[in-house]
């Protein structure tokens, strides 16, 4: 079970660069998705991540069909914005990438938002 700690750890991390995604963003996508699916658990929520090249997005959705959607930011030209500045809105279902008005939260405020907008 991925930790807020094993994240901070990426704070100031330069990402490498390519047509591919390189390994460290790809270990560091996975400790991210794997904390957000932790916090998910813990709230008897499911999370729907769609992962990209250098940044990733997410859906989740509670027991009664709420959804929320999020993203980060591309990690090798906004660096620390993964944790400082995170996307999240509502959303009418896990396949509304439009949704509601664009919020920000940071990674250590997003449990509390996200319960908050489901």
Known sequence: MAKLSDLRQ???????????????????QTKYINY??????????????HRNHYEFSAFIKNTNGKCVYIAISDVRYWQDE?????LIRTAKDERDFR????LHTRLVDLEITAQCLL
């Open 99 to 102: 949704g509601g008005t664009n």
């Open 82 to 86: 993964w944790y400082n500045n995170i």
């Open 36 to 49: 957000l699916r932790s916090m998910c658990k813990q709230n008897g929520w499911e999370l729907i991540p």
């Open 10 to 28: 990426y704070l100031g991390y330069e990402f490498s660069s390519g047509a591919y995604a390189g390994k460290d963003y790809l270990t560091f």
